[in-house]
């Protein structure tokens, strides 16, 4: 396939991503991690969409009928351990309505299991490994120029019908990714007007770090842009319940 070394061509014209959180369990919480690529592409100047289905719930019909109204050439579909099935049957469910949209699947249930992942759900034309604030806006890079991408770090992809997975590493330095892009999280399309939308629990979302520079270990860096938590880390937060976060020792 046309795809396996070279992306699938994406016209200049339409390069707008949209970006699917799936239903889970924690329904309170925000998907942070799409909020960060989303401000990565619209940097690098690909329009973008988040559809937080975990957060504001959709129906299959619903969600179709946005899809085509947006009208994306690349889809990429956040995955955690408890949503793997929910995001592959989305992609199931939009491939057949949008055949020339490119599917990519993301984030830590693909990371830990990609080639089981990538062959449980053949609709998925890539993958992208870790952190995708970089490596995504890469594979979108070269999809719109229609250049190799089997060199791209961090890229999962096929080659015959292999799985092929290249390597991935975190963010040098946090400082360098943009702050996240919450307004491109859509609201409107479920509940019209927001401002009369009574949340009577809210999950609150922070990043201290990305990836995990000690393979070794189970413990991971915490550090606020840049700035180590003081000694002892004390956070005053008014109004939010539930906050869990480790501090290396």
Known sequence: MIFECFGKFMQKKNNRVLLINPSGWQ????????????????????PTLVLDI??????????TERVLG??????????????????GHIANLLSPVCPDVIFVA?????????????????????????????????LVDALSNNSA???LK???YRIDGRIQINRWHPPDDLNDLPLPDFDSIETRAVYGDISNVVVTETTLSFRTSAGNPWP???????GFRGEPVPEPATL?????????FRRKR
């Open 27 to 46: 329904k309170e919480s925000t998907n942070l991690g799409l909020a960060y690529l989303s401000s990565a592409l619209k940097e690098a100047g690909y």
């Open 70 to 87: 947006y009208s994306p050439r690349v889809i990429g579909i956040s995955v955690k351990t408890a949503t793997a099935n929910s995001g």
């Open 149 to 151: 991408v089997n060199k």
């Open 216 to 222: 070794d270990s189970n413990e991971f860096n915490v």
């Open 154 to 156: 961090g890229l999962v």
């Open 236 to 244: 005053l937060l008014l109004g939010v319940g539930g906050l869990m």
């Open 106 to 138: 993301g984030g830590p249930h693909l990371t830990l299991c990609a080639e089981s992942y990538m062959n449980d759900f053949s609709v998925f034309n890539y993958g992208i490994l870790g952190e995708g604030e970089k490596h995504l806006v890469e």
């Open 54 to 63: 975990n957060r504001y719930q959709l129906s299959d019909r619903v969600l």
